[in-house]
């Protein structure tokens, strides 16, 4: 009982955020600089982990953010509400991710001490999950570190990231729990160790 009753808090408080941030869309179309501060502040985190985890370099994600917002202020206009604004969001992040990787035509291996600002600048998340996500992000491979960001970082469902990443939602569950698998079997040998 006491499950259903989170879960249904969990997703009641989601629906209250991406209707907040539907407001902010709404209101930068009419150019307000203030909807669009108060958009970028709350969701640039989750973006750039997730440029982050594409790029893997941090000058190409900084790069991407950058772009992202431009696009996001300029397509403000055209934005039709169907209750997932971050999922929109980080579509137009993943869009310029490939357009980076294309015409850069490389990736670079993400220093461990990215992820660890990256993680320590969060606010939404727990001091312990920093340090979990932090070991986790060492030990997966590209797409599951793409799963985990965006679902950890930017608090985004299963199914969403599975549409943004073309991928069903099986697989997204799939890899998510492998990533939590490998995890758990990492934290199990370092707790025999001391």
Known sequence: MLFICLTSANEYS???????????????AQNDSAAFEQLYQKTSPGIYSYALSILKNPHDAEDVLHDCYISIH???VN???EGKPMAWMVTIARNHCLQKLRSRRKTAELPEEEWENLLSDSNSIASEDKLVLAACMKLLTDEE????????????KHREIAEIMSLPLPTVLSKYHRALKKLKNILKKGEQQV
């Open 74 to 76: 300029s397509a403000a």
């Open 145 to 156: 570190r793409q799963i985990v960001a965006l679902h950890a970082v930017s608090g985004m």
């Open 79 to 81: 934005y039709r509400s």
């Open 14 to 28: 989601e629906t209250i955020e991406s209707r907040q941030l539907e407001i902010y869309i709404a209101q930068i």
